[in-house]
């Protein structure tokens, strides 16, 4: 059993030369992840006469980041030394940060059916979710590096938040009216709550780059922009313009997904009710 876990952590410790952004290896799951959510949009009229496939999937979706999540943790914690295997936890993997989140978002869909917190965690996936895994699909030049496994972890966690955070939409799991993204926007603000708690009474994981959600006191954000903001001013402003700033993010995609779907349905109704006429 130890030579099988340490070939294991061997191959998982494959290194590469850091895929270029756009290059071929990013391209191919891009593209990859844009033809899977074709897919699941041209199923979207049969997707919402199934509700039940729709949840199973959304689990499924959870199980997989779960078991991908679990690898990750065990790649970066578990070594091989002179005496054999041993484990040092490094606080810098620990798995609660914003892209995160959607791992636990469809963990505690397996507890509410139906119902306002149901549509609020879907409307996080389809919003807060989706907008995760599309910007790091989109600019993954900051996680691009010279582990084999920790790109290919990348590429399928972020492409898969986005095709649930998709899977929602088409599967229409939530009411479109603003109630159910105010529900999202809250769940949003409870995991960061939870992060910044965290960063607070944890200070002295801050040596091993301990920074949940990137807004710990003690060590500077180092997300696009927010980089630039952090260093200009206060922490307390730099967190309101956090919060306020993926809020916003989430809000523009909800609205405008939520009129093209408005658009399509209205289209199809009429050109229905105009056949109809016409038989008629």
Not at 78 to 105: K, M, R, V
Not at 214 to 240: G, M, Q, R
Not at 259 to 278: D, L, M, P, Q, Y
Request: aromatic share 18%; proline share 4%; charged share 15%.
């Amino acid at each position: 059993m130890q030579e099988f876990l340490e070939d294991l952590i061997r191959i998982m410790n494959t290194t590469i030369t850091p895929p270029r952004v756009w290059g071929v290896f990013h391209a191919c799951f891009f593209a990859a992840m844009l033809a899977a959510a074709a897919v699941i949009l041209a199923f979207s009229g049969k997707l919402r006469k199934r509700p039940r496939l729709v949840y199973a999937l959304t689990i499924a979706f959870g199980v997989f980041l779960l078991l991908i999540e679990g690898a990750k943790q065990i790649y970066y914690s578990l070594h091989i030394g002179e005496n054999g295997l041993y484990w040092d936890y490094q606080w810098h993997a620990f798995p609660f940060q914003f892209c995160s989140t959607p791992l636990y978002a469809c963990i505690a869909l397996c507890f509410f059916r139906r119902g306002r917190i149901h549509d609020a965690l879907c409307a996080f996936l389809g919003t807060f979710g989706a907008f995760a895994g599309a910007g790091v699909m989109t600019t993954p030049g900051a996680v691009l590096i010279d582990s084999l496994f920790i790109d290919l972890h990348t590429m399928f966690w972020h492409s898969s938040l986005f095709l649930v955070g998709v899977l929602q939409w088409a599967g229409k799991t939530f009411e479109r009216t603003s109630r159910p993204f105010f529900g999202a926007a809250v769940i949003f603000l409870i995991f960061a709550a939870i992060a910044l708690a965290l960063d607070f009474a944890l200070p002295q994981l801050a040596d091993e780059n301990f920074n949940l959600f990137y807004i710990s006191p003690y060590l500077p954000c180092t997300i696009n922009i927010l980089d630039e903001i952090w260093k200009v001013v206060p922490y307390p402003v730099f967190l309101a313009i956090y919060l306020l700033g993926f809020i916003g993010i989430a809000a523009a995609i909800f609205f405008a997904v939520r009129t093209v779907f408005t658009f399509i349905e209205k289209a199809i109704a009429r050109k229905k009710a105009g056949e109809s006429s016409h038989s008629n």
